[in-house]
């Protein structure tokens, strides 16, 4: 019944045109002309069959009023004999044939040696905002379907493509996208993504795209530090944080990936992006499918900031498991970095009882806690508790948390293996390799195959007894190296590249797996900080571990980063000890808590250590975070004034509902004597007035009540001196 009211209304919007543009349906189709339009948000997609019957990439940017503004796609023309027509043609989903020189969607070998792959459109299908596209080869059956979800009120459009072999005879795939985006012609375009490393996530880089391709990838098998599977692309002149156009897309995939931002030598920008074809093979066989990763993709002409918000929104409504009524995440405790591998009975009692009074509300075992696992060296693989440390299993340690009002969280690697292990000695063959070769450790540890369904069955099974027999709110879920010598000999050798398609899907299985037989159980994505974060992951995690990274003015700079892509209530955030473990530099407690508040809440400095002063401190500061971290979980963020390259920075989070605004100031370093500069709000209901409250004496003196016009324009003076400073306001709007 759904389906049928949603053709109708295409129909209806395609004989009746401009009389229904104020319905602005999701998605509308023009029979005559044989194009369509996708309406979300702020964005407008649009595309059309061209007179040989390619899909034709037609507008990506702002609101078009509808299809009438739209003309039908027509091929561009060769170029001289060099540049064919297919060429300087922007398609949807182009496969490598006919004369194809810019980066394809898909490359096939197909039996018998034809490397010739050209899709045209057969036919479409809406269903309710979804629509779907079907491309065929032009000789053999081999099809694609194009499907494009449109996320009316969030402003997304999700793009994947599922290829069907439908011959009698294999395939064998060597790349296939999920989607490529083409923007407006022309020049004076830049790009802006993320890079890293370990404890160095989330760095931002700019770089104006010129004939030529920026390509961002991983290789690693999983998401990786190195780079994320994020983007956005902007105009030079026009675009700033808080005005101008901008594209931007994220790809949803948790294995090896790659986006290409090629320009081509017409000026036509085209972002390309899906399965990393490094290494790449899928075998399909007669009758089989292989679904590709999402390519979610926005436009805001508000500028860089707005594109960031338009994500989180999304993400926190679309993405993260519960949408809306997911819980807030809670405040947390972890011994890490007070204990390392020294866990045990007494010493964990301890620190709960200090995290509990502290206003924490789950306690989280780390590393440590299992088989003989003392140091990195042993242990991975045998999920048993260890009896040394836990002569009576888990269980005291989780009453005593419970009693202290706290829920229980522990920390699993289900993925690796030490080679000195029970599990590794009992199932060498579990481990990625290829057969008599050498296998390369990173922290002395293997990467079980999980592709294998003997393994992966292992790992949903263990972790679900634990689970089970446990009650266990949360799991932190380390990864914590990348692929080596990735074999799979298992099967026959022109299926085993596939280990990079299906290791990835088996853990999707099993964390769904897992969260459906426990529905109130709550995972972190770890991979040594922030190698695994992205939204195919984040579909069944509810937070991520963004760095293990901890000092707070690093933190700065990466959460700058990270929250470009990502929302800030998806970012654990640790307060720790110091001088950091990492850079030895000595930060005061108020600034580390203010940094970290920025994100969810987390604690994880040695409390044995922490004086009564320091304690009461934190109380206060934990305290003041339950009573903003609705709006910073849930709000819109506003990046004031960015830490990179400045000595001085400031964050602003509104509330949905727009009942409060937080404002955090720091002072990274005093320079010169400056001043700190005045921080202008932004994202207020001008003709509102807002009562502010400081967390301190830093504000200067300024009316108890403003109005939003007012901080606006005018903004508020922090006081802050010297280097480390930092302070906090909240704004209650007045009824
Ligand atoms: C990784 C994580 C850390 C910690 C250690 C434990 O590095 O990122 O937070 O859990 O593993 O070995």
Redo the contacts with the bound molecule.
């Keep these: 019944m759904r389906k049928l009211r949603v053709v109708l209304a295409v129909t209806f919007v395609s004989l009746f045109g401009a009389a229904m543009a104020s319905a602005q349906p999701s998605i509308s189709y023009s029979e005559q002309k044989k194009v369509w339009l996708l309406q979300a948000g702020e964005q407008s997609y649009a595309f059309g069959v061209n007179e040989r019957g390619e899909l034709q990439s037609l507008i990506w940017g702002g609101k078009v009023r509808d299809l009438a503004d739209i003309r039908p796609a027509k091929s561009l023309p060769e170029r001289a004999s060099f540049d064919l027509s297919t060429t300087t043609t922007p398609q949807e989903y182009p496969g490598w044939g006919a004369g194809l020189f810019t980066e394809p969607a898909i490359k096939a070998t197909f039996e018998g040696g034809n490397r010739d792959l050209v899709l045209h459109y057969v036919s479409q299908q809406v269903d309710g905002d979804e629509l779907r596209i079907t491309l065929k080869d032009i000789l053999v059956p081999l099809f694609v379907e194009l499907h494009y979800r449109v996320y009316p009120g969030e402003g997304i459009i999700a793009r994947w493509s599922v290829i069907q072999n439908k011959m009698d005879k294999p395939v064998m795939l060597e790349s296939a996208a999920a989607a490529a985006w083409s923007l407006p012609r022309g020049t004076g375009y830049e790009a802006h993504w993320l890079t890293g490393r370990w404890a160095g996530e989330w760095q931002q880089q700019s770089a104006a795209l010129g004939p030529g391709s920026i390509v961002i990838e991983s290789r690693r098998g999983s998401t990786s530090h190195q780079a994320n599977p994020w983007f956005e692309v902007d105009r030079t002149n026009e675009t700033t944080e808080t005005s101008g156009p901008a594209w931007f897309g994220e790809l949803g995939w948790s294995g090896s990936w790659r986006i290409t931002l090629e320009t081509t030598s017409f000026e036509q920008t085209r972002i390309t992006g899906g399965f990393n074809p490094f290494d790449f093979g899928y075998k399909l066989a007669p009758g089989e499918s292989l679904t590709t990763p999402i390519f979610y993709a926005g436009y805001t002409n508000k500028g860089r900031g707005e594109a960031s918000r338009i994500f989180h929104r999304f993400q926190q409504s679309a993405i993260f498991p519960g949408g809306d009524r997911a819980r807030l995440r809670p405040v947390l405790y972890?011994s890490?970095?007070a204990t390392?591998?020294n866990v045990d009975e007494p010493g964990q009692i301890a620190l709960a009882e200090k995290a509990a009074s502290l206003g924490a509300e789950r306690f989280v075992i780390?590393?440590?806690w299992f088989g003989q696992r003392k140091t990195?060296n042993a242990g991975l693989g045998d999920w048993y508790v260890n009896p040394q440390k836990f002569p009576h299993g888990l269980k005291p340690v989780i009453d005593r948390v419970h009693t202290l009002g706290m829920d229980f969280g522990i920390?699993v690697?289900p993925e690796m293996v030490n080679p000195d292990s029970d599990l590794y000695r009992k199932h060498p063959d579990w481990a990625m390799n290829f057969p008599g070769r050498p296998r390369t450790e990173g922290r002395n540890q293997l990467l079980l195959n999980l592709a294998r369904k003997d393994v992966s069955d292992y790992v949903f099974n263990w972790l679900d007894k634990l689970v089970t027999e446990n009650d266990i709110a949360f799991l932190?879920w380390?990864y914590?190296r990348n692929w080596s010598e990735p074999g799979w000999d298992a099967v026959p050798v022109d299926e085993q590249k596939e280990i990079y398609v299906k290791y990835v899907q088996n853990l999707y299985d099993i964390l769904a797996r897992l969260r459906a037989k426990h529905p109130k159980l709550e995972i972190e994505s770890?991979?040594?900080?922030g190698g695994r974060v992205d939204l195919g992951i984040l579909r069944y995690t509810d937070e991520v571990?963004p760095s293990?990274n901890t000092d707070a003015l690093d933190r700065l700079v990466l959460q700058d980063g990270f929250v470009r892509a990502y929302s800030p209530g998806a970012m654990m955030a640790w307060v720790t000890d110091v001088p950091n473990f990492l850079d030895r530099r000595v930060i005061p407690l108020k600034f580390r808590f203010l940094v970290a508040m920025n994100g969810s809440l987390g604690i994880g400095g040695n409390l044995n250590h922490w004086t009564e002063a320091e304690m009461s401190e934190s109380r206060a500061m934990v305290a003041y975070y339950k009573s903003i971290r609705q709006t910073v979980q849930r709000g819109a963020f506003y990046r004031l004034m960015s830490p990179v390259d400045n000595s001085a920075s400031a964050t602003e989070h509104v509330a949905q509902d727009g009942s409060q605004a937080v404002i955090f100031a720091f002072l990274q370093a005093q320079r010169f004597g400056s001043p700190f500069p005045t921080v202008r709000l932004r994202g207020l209901q001008p003709d509102a007035l807002y009562r502010i409250k400081s967390i301190d004496d830093k504000l200067e003196s300024a009316p108890e009540v403003l109005s939003g016009d007012f901080l606006m324009h005018h903004g508020v003076n922090f006081n802050l001196v010297g280097d480390y400073d930092s302070s906090s306001i909240v704004l209650e709007r007045q009824p």
């Design positions: 972890n890490w970095e390392e591998f780390d590393d440590g990195d920390w690697e932190k380390d914590n770890c991979s040594g900080g571990w293990d």
